[in-house]
């Protein structure tokens, strides 16, 4: 069941990379989380009524709003990094941030088997080899280094305080409720920052009405992938849950080339095929 729900998890996170990446390319990337999460908002709060999930409410909510506030501060390091570039260094470096949630299971008294391990290390050597990194090229700047060791510190940080909001499926809708109106007030007051400083909040012409359901999926999926990632780290051990769930960067690398026609360099191919192996041994072990 573990397995099932991180995989999941990686499914939805790479799809929704993969299509706020190309939302990006004509709209500003805090326009993109802000709109995309609003949308989610809406939908996580109609949820939320329908089930009672008000009912739930604790202590355990304040580590929702500490991944909402991580959140954004982590996405809008990432693709400040990725604007410094080279892209091929700091993709992969990004999904370091998997050290973060492991390092938690390993001081909760989590020990994965042998085969699990084995898997832990074979799973994350593909997911960074899937990222195409670049060993030799343009020289990468010290900045783009700190903000992407940043982005996988914040990445990270937020699958660990998500899997820790809540304890039952409707805590659960709720601490996701509390997450993305969180989300949504620390980007909007990010985005009002930029706008005072002259940055364009919208791309020209305006937010055209045919980028509304692609947004609506990046938000939804993204809220779908948290959810699914919280019930993976609370019914197995969060050590083999945090590395399966990690494995979304491939799904980004397969979407491209199914969809963009990109083609995948030998060692980015090589990456997939570890990172499937790594997934098989943890999920058997």
Avoid at 112 to 134: E, H, M, R
Avoid at 254 to 260: C, D, E, H, I
Wanted: hydrophobic share 60%; proline share 5%; no cysteine.
């Amino acid at each position: 069941m573990t397995a099932l729900f991180a995989l999941a998890t990686s499914l939805l996170w790479g799809l929704a990379d993969f299509g706020g990446g190309l939302l990006t390319r004509r709209t500003p990337a805090l326009t993109v989380v802000v709109v995309s999460q609003s949308i989610a908002v809406a939908v996580l709060g109609v949820v939320v009524v329908a089930t009672g999930a008000w009912s739930e409410a604790d202590g355990r909510l304040w580590f929702a709003v500490a991944a909402g506030l991580v959140g954004p501060v982590a996405m809008l390091a990432f693709y400040k990094a990725l604007a410094l570039g080279p892209m091929g260094v700091v993709s992969p470096l990004g999904s370091i941030g998997v050290a973060v949630p492991v390092g938690v299971g390993l001081v909760l008294g989590e020990r994965p088997g042998v085969l699990q391990f084995a898997g832990i290390v074979v799973a994350v050597a593909g997911v960074v080899l899937a990222g195409g990194p670049q060993f030799r090229g343009a020289p990468v700047q010290r900045q783009a280094v700190l903000l992407t060791l940043l982005a996988a510190f914040g990445f990270g940080a937020v699958m660990a305080l998500i899997a820790e909001a809540s304890t039952t499926l409707t805590g659960l809708f709720l601490a996701l409720f509390v997450q993305r109106v969180t989300n949504v007030a620390a980007g909007g007051l990010a985005l009002g920052i930029a706008v005072r400083r002259g940055e364009a909040a919208l791309p020209p012409g305006g937010l055209a009405r045919r980028s509304l359901p692609a947004l609506a999926f990046v938000g939804l999926a993204d809220v779908a992938a948290n959810g699914t990632y919280s019930i993976a780290a609370q019914t197995g051990p969060v050590t083999v849950a945090a590395v399966l769930a990690s494995l979304y960067p491939v799904v980004t690398a397969v979407a491209a080339r199914g969809l963009l026609s990109e083609r995948l360099r030998a060692v980015q191919a090589a990456g997939a095929g570890l990172a499937l192996v790594g997934s098989v041994l943890l999920a058997t072990g």
